[in-house]
């Protein structure tokens, strides 16, 4: 299993980015996908989350409801994070994760236990 974020990069206060969470070895059809991003000096925040297709709900952290939205690409197996609005808090590295369960309190605990890991985009927001 393979997972590899990108679209990371600077931009300034008010930007906007797409951050692409690009999967082999799974088919993300089937799976929980989440991004969660680390600042520096401070512990892992989950982002938003996107169940398996059948279902599809999407869950967003409170920091980022209303500016970031989470979306699919079936064909590419592919999940993307849409980030606008973006501001200096923003700043971190941001990783997908994917499992067959991903709970709203793993969310909330920054996604400790989950198995499969990208190596992160790094998201820089500033003047």
């Known amino acids: 299993v393979q997972l590899v974020e990108s679209g990371g990069g600077l931009v300034h206060p008010g930007g906007s980015l797409r951050l692409s969470c690009a999967a082999s070895g799974i088919d993300l059809d089937y799976y929980n996908i989440a991004w969660f991003r680390q600042a520096p000096g401070k512990g892992r925040e989950g982002v938003s989350s996107?169940?398996?297709?059948?279902?599809?709900?999407?869950w967003y952290g409170d920091s980022v409801k209303g500016r970031f939205a989470i979306s699919r690409d079936s064909a590419k197996n592919t999940v993307y994070l849409e980030m606008n609005s973006l501001n200096p808090e923003d700043t971190a590295v941001y990783y997908c994760?994917?499992?067959?369960?991903?709970?709203?309190?793993?969310?909330?605990?920054?996604?400790?236990?989950?198995?499969?890991w990208g190596k992160g985009t790094t998201v820089t927001v500033s003047s």
């Open positions: 994760a994917a499992d067959l369960l991903i709970t709203t309190q793993t969310l909330e605990k920054g996604g400790y236990g989950l198995r499969n």
């Open positions: 996107i169940s398996a297709r059948a279902d599809g709900s999407t």
